[in-house]
């Protein structure tokens, strides 16, 4: 399974459909169809998490699939009372930590934070062209942040999850998810000031 060309690392926050935690059951069932539904449905924001999470270019698809093959083996665990986006997410987060655990043992670069090349700006609007321009530079802001903020800012601000959940998901405690929530905006902010010569309050 091939994710690189389904995923925009810019893309924006979706709403994840009522329906979709019905497909697992439905997987667990042995409805064949139901899992490739849940894949494409959870495509985009999966491997918009490993482009965020500065995972390596040629270690995305790999870690894609080794994602979905442990949602697959994992779904008798699943309980059908709870919401399926937090607890795909528990899998997701974990399968990251333990990627860039293997990579500081064999001792290699943390990660490459160059991301995938911006897209051209619209030459005939110039709001346009400034926003995507903004979009690129905070993508890239975000990638250079410490693993343990990056993934409670995108957990937080663009996969919408509430910080109780966040914890969870993560397992930490409640207060350290809002002290690293804390210091991600605020090294974000910092960061734009510099960039427009302001001094940061």
């Not at 893309?11 to 935690?21: K, L, N, Q, S, V």
């Not at 894609?64 to 949602?71: A, E, T, V, Y």
């Not at 997701?92 to 911006?118: L, Q, W």
Request: proline share 6%; glycine share 4%.
């Amino acid at each position: 399974m091939t994710a690189r060309n389904s995923a925009a690392s810019g893309a924006g926050p979706r709403t994840i459909p009522a329906d979709e935690r019905d497909l697992l059951l439905r997987h667990r069932l042995g409805d064949t169809e139901a899992f490739a539904g849940l894949v494409a449905e959870y495509r985009r924001p999966v491997y918009s998490y490993l482009v965020r999470c500065a995972v390596a270019e040629p270690d995305r698809d790999d870690l894609f699939q080794d994602i979905f093959i442990k949602i697959h083996r994992s779904a008798a665990q699943y309980q059908a009372d709870r919401p399926l986006h937090p607890w795909l997410f528990t899998i997701v987060a974990n399968t990251v930590r333990t990627y860039y655990r293997k990579r500081k043992v064999r001792e290699m670069v943390f990660a490459d934070s160059s991301g995938p090349e911006p897209q051209a700006p619209a030459a005939d609007s110039e709001r346009q062209a400034m926003a995507r321009q903004t979009a690129a530079w905070l993508e890239g802001e975000i990638q250079k942040l410490p693993l343990a903020q990056r993934e409670v800012l995108i957990l937080t601000c663009i996969e919408n999850l509430p910080q109780k959940e966040v914890a969870a998901v993560l397992g930490l405690p409640i207060n350290t998810v809002k002290t690293n929530l804390r210091r991600a905006r605020l090294a974000l902010i910092a960061r734009r000031a510099r960039k427009h010569g302001e001094v940061p309050s």
